[in-house]
Nanobody, 119 residues
């Protein structure tokens, strides 16, 4: 599966933003999908993951209650709704896919989309 992330931009603290990740191919629903981010000078970190049919989700503590991951398999698309954005949410956001919902090593990655949160 090939992945294309979009929706990043420059927003102010407290604003909302929705990222999208479009997948190619007929096997999109076979994959658990995740969001990761990498802030300047920091290592890439896990943000959220959603199971193949959306029945299970998991979030990093830093975004829990503010971010919502979802997917529409009929559109081969996954989303990350980000509310109450903070300065520390500034990062390049990547979407990823793996057959295993619990994987620590995702097999497919999209290019990143930059989210910049200003004060």
């Amino acid at each position: 599966v090939q992945l294309q992330a979009s929706g990043g931009g420059l927003v102010q603290a407290g604003d909302s933003l929705r990222l999208s990740c479009a997948g190619s191919g007929r096997t999109f629903s076979s994959y658990a999908m995740g969001w990761f981010r990498q802030a300047p000078g920091k290592e890439r970190e896990f943000v959220a993951v959603i199971s193949q049919y959306g029945s299970s989700t998991r979030y990093a503590d830093s975004v829990k209650g503010r971010f919502t991951i979802s997917r529409v398999n009929a559109k081969n698309t996954m989303y990350l709704q980000m509310n109450s954005l903070k300065l520390e949410d500034t990062a390049v956001y990547y979407c990823a896919a793996d057959l295993n919902y619990s994987s620590d090593e995702y097999s497919h990655w999209g290019q990143g989309t930059l989210v910049t949160v200003s004060s």
